[in-house]
């Protein structure tokens, strides 16, 4: 079995090579298929991550989420930790941490805990049919999904490139529950 680090690196290097235009039409399935989902249609609060590089494309379901009403809570890196924050726009968020749009916002009361969102979005580099997931090897969304108390759906958005057969995984590491591509929807686990 590969390594984590040489397996993100392929895996990374598949969803670098999608064009432009394909990777639209991915995003937009994508969006479609989470706004579709029960989790995210009864989610009053839900986390998101702010898109970087090749990653899926959240701007849109951002966006979508604001306009329907929805809390959006987005990330910053504080240390090595995530502080969450409430944003009312995409106009609230600045390049942080290696670029990653962030909160710019960070007054107590935007201040969120993990345990108060209905739904989490979060990234990845690849992923297989049982939940596991590799990150980018800072381990913050691990160490964030250790602090839920309750149960809370976690879905990754991503590229059918970025579903493998098996990624590996250490005790560490947090599941997702559900994988959301341009083609289908993986439900892991029930919540």
Do not use: W
Not at 121 to 132: E, K, L, Q, W, Y
Not at 140 to 163: G, H, N, S, T, W
Request: hydrophobic letters at 40%; one cysteine or more; a positive charge.
């Amino acid at each position: 079995m590969q390594d984590k680090a040489s397996l993100r690196k392929e895996i990374l290097a598949k969803r670098n090579s999608i064009p432009a235009s394909v990777k639209k039409v991915k995003d937009r399935a994508i969006e479609d298929r989470l706004f579709e989902l029960d989790e995210i249609k009864h989610a009053k609060t839900v986390f998101f991550f702010a898109s970087f590089r090749s990653e899926v494309d959240t701007s849109g379901m951002i966006r979508r989420s604001l306009k329907e009403g929805k809390t959006v809570i987005l990330p910053r890196v504080e240390g090595t930790a995530l502080g969450l924050y409430r944003i009312t726009g995409p106009d609230e968020l600045i390049p942080g941490c290696m670029n990653i749009p962030e909160p710019s916002v960070l007054t107590d009361d935007r201040k969120v805990r993990i345990n108060d969102v209905d739904a989490i979005i979060v990234p990845g580099a690849a992923f297989d049919r049982s939940g596991n997931r590799i990150g980018y090897g800072g381990g913050f969304y691990d160490r964030l999904l250790a602090q839920l108390q309750k149960p809370v759906p976690v879905i990754a958005p991503a590229y059918e490139e970025q579903v493998i057969d098996t990624v590996p995984a250490d005790s560490h590491d947090k599941k997702v529950g559900m994988i959301v591509t341009d083609r289908r929807v993986i439900n892991i686990e029930h919540f």
